[in-house]
Every structure is written in structure tokens, then in C-alpha cells.
């Protein structure tokens, strides 16, 4: 899979930008706040159709169009596919944009408008910024996060079940709230139990399946980025009774134990008007040396499991789509020493297309450069520099 081409119009900083993406590594350098990370977080909205960083989509049009009537932001991407030639239009118009109400967004694959649940995954992007240091030490949804946009990318069943669970979620909270309330009687959450178990089921299964693939892939990644240290990676169901190993149970297997454990749980779930067990609340838990990474593990320590993790999604997004996924690394190097700065360079040698952006030339040695496109970000402006024109940089600075 590769990414030949990609534009944006009117997106966060950018008013226009059309790159092409000729080589196998494409590198963007600049100083904070000039939109390096833009560019890849526009690459990663082609895949999953879903805004980083960013509260709401009316963020992602640019700043300055917001007055306007019906300002939009648009991002295209041109990619080849072992099916054939894809051309992916995103476009997320804002509405009552003065007072930042809302926007709804739309996509197009090679010019006919799709829903965007058939468009998730037409083109898979892996994405690492300095925000993935939060999924090791932040909260649970965070690594929750993780794991469902992994997945949403290759498996359409999934991210079925991960809609259809949201929304009956809120439907069984409500009714619990209003049976709590004396306003409904229990035996009618029979249907919503019933159902949020179906769905939970199937979902707990393959986060746990997919979760014991890239706990093994990313205990390899980490062991060539830090000899000296192991990760670990367990998934951990948020429910009373659990089968001793969910990635071996099967989908119907998870749904009963599911059904089980919201019956028993029943009277606290309407003491408290909500679900208290369930996919929603489950856990990913990394350790470092077998220490929980969240309490012992350094910054830079983070930044290695982090990157493992990704890289790991990588790999099972191309044994399961059967073609490499982009990979898009925002100043990766940050906040790394010279040894951990060169595995990383090492660990992602062979990757099939990387875009990776850095706030210093000096970080990449002549070798990467050599063989990568290079470009300048500058407030919005992207400029192509050649590779004599880096070695100039690198030596000035």
C-alpha cells in the first residue's frame, strides 16, 4: 500500500497543500506549531476517519475560514492498493461555525459518496505522536482507543459491534437510571442486557485476540529498541468472572459470560444508573520488567514502549490486510539518546512507506536522508529540499 500523493484545502494551518510522496521515506522538518504534525494526522483521517487531537471536527477547518458561510476542509489522498488505484476525499463542513457548534463530514472513494463505516480502512495508517506517551500512563479509554482503531481498520464486523455497543450502552444506562427511579421496571432491561452482551462479547474476543498478537510482536520491537528491558502486554476483561483466557474463548463463549455477569451485577448496576461491567471499562495493562510501565518507566522509556506498541499495530495490520499500512512517525526521536535514536532508525529500516516529521536536521543521519524525500514546513508551507540542501542545514546547525 502506498500513499502517492496527498492534498489539503483549508485543513487546520493549511490553506493549500499538494505533495507527492515519490519515495519510500518522506521526512518533514520544522520548527513546533508549523503543521509537520498536520500533514500526518491528515494521512491517519484518510484511514480511520477519526480527528487527533481535536475536541470536535469543526477544529480540523482552518481557523481563519470560520466567518465564512459554510467553511469546509478537505484532505485527498491518492493511493495504490493491491485491489487497484484509490482516490480518498474527506470533507468536514463546519455548521454555526461562529459559535464552534459542529460539522459533519463526508467521504468519497474514487468519487462516489460512501458511508463512512464502509470507508474506515480503504487506505490503513499507523500514527505515533508524543500523545501515545498518555496511553501507557493516562487512562484506560486511552488504551481502549488503541486497540478499537487497530481494528476498525481491517475488521468491518468489529467496528459494527463497537457502534451498535455504544449506542445500546446509552440506551441500557438510561433505562437503568429510570428503573432506579421507579420509572421503569427491571425486566425490562432484558432485551438491552441481552443484546450489549452479543456485542460485548464479540468485541472482548478479538481485543483479546488481537492483543495477544501484539503483545508478541511489540516484546520483539522493544527488545531491539532496549536490549535490556521486556514488555509485556495483557488485556484484562473489566467483569467479575472472566474466561481464563479470552483470545482462546470464542465470541458466544465471551456473550454468556457477559450475560452472566450482568445478571449478577444487576442491583448495582441500577444503584448506580449505569453498566458497570463491559467491554467499556475494560483494561490493557504494559509492564516494563515485569513493574507496571505506568509507575516505573522513564519518559524515554515510554517513548520506546510507545513506539514498540505502534510498530506492533503495524504488523498486524499487514498480516491481516495482507499489505503494509503507512506508517506516519511524529518527532519520534524526541527525547531519546544516541543508542535509542539509531535502533529506532534501525527498527524501521524495512518499513514498506514512512512519513516521519523531526524538529532538527542533525537528528537524521546522511544515510536516512539520503534516500528520503525532504521538505521544510513553515507555517503552513511545505518546500522540497534536496539532499545537499539538508547537509547544509545539518552542518549549520
Known amino acids: 500500500m502506498r500513499l502517492h500523493r496527498l492534498q489539503l484545502f483549508d485543513y487546520r494551518n493549511f490553506q493549500r497543500l499538494d505533495v507527492e510522496l515519490p519515495a519510500k521515506v518522506t521526512l518533514f522538518v520544522g520548527d513546533n506549531a508549523q503543521g509537520k504534525t498536520n500533514v500526518l494526522e491528515a494521512v491517519y483521517l484518510l484511514a480511520t476517519l477519526r480527528a487527533v487531537r481535536a475536541e470536535a471536527d469543526v477544529q480540523l477547518v482552518r481557523r481563519e475560514l470560520l466567518s465564512e ?28 461555525a461562529a459559535r464552534g457548534a459542529n460539522a459533519t463530514k463526508t467521504v468519497k472513494i474514487n468519487g462516489a459518496p460512501k458511508r463512512l463505516a464502509d470507508a474506515v480502512g480503504r487506505l490503513t495508517a499507523v500514527l505515533f505522536s508524543a500523545d501515545d506517551l498518555m496511553m501507557i500512563e493516562g ?21 459494527a459491534a463497537r457502534s451498535r455497543y455504544e449506542r445500546i450502552l446509552v440506551q441500557r444506562n438510561h433505562l437503568l437510571r429510570r428503573v432506579r427511579e421507579g420509572e421503569a421496571q427491571a425486566e425490562e ?16 474476543q478479538r481485543r483479546a485476540a488481537a492483543l495477544r498478537e501484539i503483545g508478541s510482536f511489540a516484546a520483539d520491537y522493544h527488545r ?61 495493562l504494559f509492564a516494563l520488567n515485569d513493574l507496571p510501565a505506568a509507575g516505573y518507566a ?21 498480516r491481516r490486510r495482507g499489505e503494509a499500512p503507512v506508517l506516519l512517525l511524529d518527532d519520534v526521536l524526541s527525547e531519546m539518546d544516541a543508542y535509542r535514536r539509531q535502533a529506532v532508525l534501525a527498527a524501521i529500516h524495512d518499513v514498506h512507506q514512512l512519513l516521519i516529521t523531526g524538529a532538527d536536521w542533525d537528528r537524521f543521519p546522511a544515510e536516512f536522508t539520503s534516500g528520503a524525500s525532504c521538505f521544510k514546513v513553515t507555517d503552513g508551507a511545505v518546500q522540497a529540499i534536496t539532499p545537499a540542501q539538508v547537509v547544509a542545514r545539518t552542518a549549520d546547525s
Open 298 to 318: 522513564s519518559r524515554a522509556q515510554q517513548r520506546s514502549i510507545a513506539l514498540s506498541l505502534r510498530l506492533a499495530e503495524a504488523e498486524l495490520l499487514r
Open 189 to 204: 432491561l432484558g432485551f438491552w442486557t441481552e443484546e450489549l452482551s452479543k456485542d460485548g462479547g464479540l468485541i472482548a
Open 139 to 159: 487512562s484506560p479509554s486511552l488504551r481502549r482507543r488503541y486497540i478499537d482503531l487497530t481494528l476498525m481498520q481491517v475488521d468491518q464486523q468489529y467496528s
Open 69 to 96: 458561510v459554510l467553511p469546509a476542509a478537505r484532505v485527498v489522498g491518492e493511493v495504490e492498493t493491491l485491489t487497484g488505484a484509490l482516490k480518498i476525499e474527506v470533507a468536514v463542513v463546519a455548521r454555526e
Open 224 to 284: 531491539a529498541l532496549a536490549q535490556a528491558e521486556n514488555l509485556g502486554v495483557r488485556y484484562e476483561p473489566k467483569i467479575d468472572a472472566s474466561p481464563a483466557d479470552p483470545a482462546g474463548a470464542s465470541a458466544e463463549e465471551m456473550a454468556d459470560c457477559l450475560a452472566d455477569n450482568f445478571t449478577r451485577g444487576l442491583s448495582r448496576d441500577i444503584a448506580a444508573g449505569m453498566t458497570l461491567q463491559g467491554p467499556h471499562r475494560d483494561e490493557i
